[in-house]
């Protein structure tokens, strides 16, 4: 049986240069009404955490949750799923600096400005929400306290503070911001969902 997961897969085939056919069969057999345009797996990680914290399945809703390899591409993608192509409602979560290609992306094809901004990026979000001390606390629940004491002692992190420490550590290596995209998420009071994230979701 097809999946949001296939419907996803026929996407990015798409974006590629394949054909657009399986993916408008997908779109109208699943059927697909939202598509969340992110540029990473991290984000994903972080969207499908929170998720399963409010009991919502959302690909039974509809909506796919879509990593794009990069906020650049949000062109191509809206251009395919938008208005101008299969029809479907955009929406998605961004980094401040990534703002201009949404913008710019959305518009050329015809689809509403519905994204939501992070300040800096979804993981300065969480930890800003977490605090420091308790992100500390899960990097050492998670066997990487050591690792980030060494990161921190580093020259090129002196001056900086420890919440930017952070941030960087979370990217330092493949695969670091996808698990801890889940592991913040998860540790969230309900009430302290970072305000892109939680508008997000109010959207869907």
């Given at each position: 049986m097809a999946d949001m997961g296939a419907f996803r897969e026929a996407v990015v085939e798409w974006a590629a240069g394949g054909s657009d056919d399986l993916a408008r069969e997908l779109a109208e057999r699943l059927p697909v009404r939202t598509v969340?345009?992110?540029?990473?797996?991290?984000?994903?990680?972080a969207v499908d955490a929170l998720a399963a914290r409010r009991g919502?399945?959302?690909a039974a809703e509809g909506v796919c949750v879509l990593p794009m390899g990069g906020a650049m591409s949000v062109g191509r993608f809206a251009g395919m799923l938008g208005p101008s192509g299969l029809g479907l409602r955009l929406t998605g979560l961004c980094d401040e600096r990534?703002?201009?290609?949404?913008?710019?992306?959305?518009?050329?094809a015809g689809a509403e400005?519905?994204?939501?901004?992070?300040?800096?990026?979804?993981?300065?979000?969480?930890?800003?929400?977490?605090?420091?001390?308790?992100?500390?606390?899960?990097?050492?629940?998670?066997?990487e306290l050591r690792g980030l004491q060494t990161f921190q002692r580093q020259p090129a992190q002196q001056g900086?503070?420890?919440?930017?420490?952070?941030?960087?550590?979370l990217g330092t290596r493949a695969g670091r911001k996808i698990h801890y995209g889940r592991i913040l998420?998860?540790?969230?009071?309900?009430?302290?969902?970072?305000?892109?994230?939680d508008e997000l979701f109010a959207c869907l």
């Open positions: 969340v345009l992110l540029e990473g797996p991290s984000d994903v990680a919502r399945n959302l990534e703002r201009p290609f949404y913008a710019r992306g959305l518009e050329r400005q519905e994204f939501f901004v992070c300040a800096a990026d979804l993981e300065d979000e969480l930890i800003r929400a977490l605090g420091v001390t308790r992100v500390a606390e899960l990097v050492r629940a998670e066997g900086r503070t420890s919440q930017q420490q952070l941030r960087r550590f998420v998860e540790a969230l009071d309900p009430d302290r969902v970072p305000a892109p994230l």
